[in-house]
């Protein structure tokens, strides 16, 4: 069964941009602890090599990659290696192409292109791996959560 609404941002994204919607915070949401950013997965082609390496650092330094986001992150650059090669091809060769019969076709790139665009942005979400799914889990017993009164204020926006 889907979940209804909007997907929730990251809490540290939320926190980066000042919490502008001044809404509570989930302040239990799953926080692994890491000293490094996850490798960069030695199977993915040189494109997606790359895209890691383009994003990767960022985002463990903002707090949104951590080692249970490897197959996602990995999904997200194969799909944009994948991608891109299909686009690159579109640009040189158009999306078009005559048959034998004089019928106009459309190269099977273009549904690549789409069809990795797609996984691209949907990537991130699944398997409940992904920063976004994970603001929604509450880890532990939210009862039990010691926290600081003046970090939860902060956090809050005072309310």
Known sequence: MATRGRKPKPTAV????GNPGKRQLNINEIKPA????PKCPSWLEEEAKAEWKRLGKNLFELGILTDLDVAAFSSYCQAYARWREAEEFISQHGSLVKTPSGYWQQVPQVSIAHQNQKI??????????????RSRIIAGDSKKAEVDEMEFLLLNGGA
Do not use: D, N, Y
């Open 14 to 17: 939320k926190v980066l941009e």
């Open 34 to 37: 890491q000293a490094k950013p």
């Open 120 to 133: 691209m942005m949907q990537a991130a979400a699944e398997f409940g791996l992904t920063p976004s799914a």
